[in-house]
């Protein structure tokens, strides 16, 4: 029954962020395969906006500064300490499955040897070269997945309808022939990016700027897949990508989307700022638990100085989550999401064939937890990464009645990890979750 409802979950949400496009839901499934198993993915906001550490293209967009000044940046973006095999290796120390760059954010400058137009790291700043091709060869040899960030928003461009946020624009309906010249431009940028570095995923952003029928949606994916039909698309498409992209806002209960991954900032900025609110360990590793255990991905971000080298407190973040990740990645990576709520009063995981439950213990609980409505045989409990077997006790048993007992585990305080402790129960055949209303019915 848990099945079924699964399967029909799955199928309305592959209809639903597909609506627009003829899709064929199997092909669909197959290609996320990969990405439904990653569960992290690092991404990278590399820009100009470092040398300053002001906001990402807004500054100037909300009027914080003029495009002017904003523009001076250029010439003090050096990369003069760029290490892109540092970057790949810390990323894989971080357990991630793939890595999304900024190769354009909405202020037009591309981090990559653009042929379109002057506007790039390469022709106009003294770094003089590109920084996505060597970074995607180093991800590409340590197996992880390249994901291209691109803005279709390009608040520079002559051609786009306005760079500040005021009645500045023209009226794209009023000149078409100019956005017609803007939409060859971006579309030219996308097929060179597909050519040059062939993403594994893309990731648009500022969609909302336009229709659908404005950005041509529809060619724009196309573009894509006919130059690589494995290619992942996010959903800042106006309908047209694969999945869905919540941004710093963390669902409470479970997203009805087949695939969808929630991106987050380390402190409170997507880009290199003078802001010290960084989000603890702790509190990246319960994020993330959370998410997987909602059927989702994270996408951590990192912002770069301009020199190219990465912020302190990031690396030491990443290298924590590394460690966590790599005593529990039988919990976390290439598993589903986990049970309903109410079960158990924290997160949870399952592996593929269902006869595993992961139970993650969040806040130091060591104690005595407990679980309900698990209509299974535990066969076995042990502490990940640990390997210390723990007993159970199963209470309140009725012998005539459908309702199963109550399962009490004891935790005790040496098997204890610093974050986020993680018990693996075995259990003698898939999840059967008894789900009624006690003796009600
Ligand atoms: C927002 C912002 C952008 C940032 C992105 C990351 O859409 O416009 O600055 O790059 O979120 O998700």
Not at 21 to 33: A, F, L, W
Not at 248 to 274: I, S
Not at 291 to 315: A, M, R
Not at 347 to 361: A, E, G, I, N, R
């Amino acid at each position: 029954m848990k099945k079924i409802f699964i399967t029909t979950c799955l199928f309305f949400a592959i209809l639903q962020s597909n609506s627009q496009q003829k899709v064929n839901p199997e092909s669909i499934r197959q290609k996320m395969q990969w990405f439904a198993d990653a569960k992290l993915g690092i991404f990278i906001h590399a820009g100009i906006y470092s040398v300053d550490g002001i906001d990402e293209s807004w500054s100037f967009h909300n009027k914080k500064i003029s495009h002017a000044d904003y523009m001076k940046q250029l010439k003090g973006f050096t990369l003069k300490n760029y290490n892109p095999s540092f970057w790949a290796d810390l990323i894989k120390e971080s357990g991630a499955r793939y890595a999304v760059i900024t190769t354009k954010h909405h202020d037009g400058v591309a981090m990559y040897d653009t042929k379109m137009n002057n506007l790039s790291i390469v022709k106009a700043t003294p770094a003089k070269r590109d920084m996505i091709k060597p970074f995607f060869d180093e991800l590409r040899k340590r197996d992880i997945k390249c994901g291209a960030y691109f803005s279709l928003i390009d608040w520079t461009h002559p051609d786009y309808p306005g760079f500040l946020n005021d009645s500045s624009k023209y009226i794209l309906e009023k000149d078409y022939e100019r956005w017609n010249r803007f939409r060859q431009f971006f579309q030219g940028q996308i097929k060179e990016i597909g050519t040059m570095l062939n993403p594994d995923l893309w990731w648009f952003d500022g969609d909302w700027e336009h229709s659908a029928e404005q950005w041509e949606s529809e060619k724009v994916r196309n573009i894509i897949l006919s130059n690589n039909p494995k290619a992942i698309i996010n959903g800042r498409l106006q309908g047209y990508g694969d999945y869905e992209t919540p941004e710093q806002n963390f669902p409470v209960t479970r997203p009805k989307y087949a695939w969808w991954e929630l991106c987050m900032t380390t402190n409170d900025n997507w880009g290199f700022h003078h802001d010290e609110n960084w989000k603890t360990p702790y509190q990246i590793i319960t994020i993330f638990i959370d998410v997987v255990s909602n059927g989702g991905n994270l996408l951590l971000d990192f912002g770069p100085k301009e020199d190219g080298t990465i912020p302190e407190e990031q690396i030491h973040v990443l290298k924590e989550l590394g460690a966590w990740n790599k005593k529990h990645d039988e919990a976390i990576f290439n598993t589903l999401g986990g049970i309903p709520q109410g079960h158990f009063y924290g997160p949870t995981t399952l592996s593929k064939d269902s006869t595993s439950l992961y139970l993650f213990l969040h806040g130091n609980v060591d104690g005595t937890i407990m679980l309900k409505g698990l209509d299974n045989k535990i066969e076995e409990i042990t502490v990940l990464g640990n390997g210390t077997k723990l007993s159970h006790k199963v209470v309140g048993k009725i012998s005539w009645s459908p309702v199963p007992g109550l399962v009490y585990i004891d935790v005790p305080e040496n098997v204890k990890d610093k974050y986020v402790t993680v018990l693996k129960l075995k259990l003698d055949k898939p999840i059967k979750l008894y789900r009624g209303q006690g003796g009600f019915n």
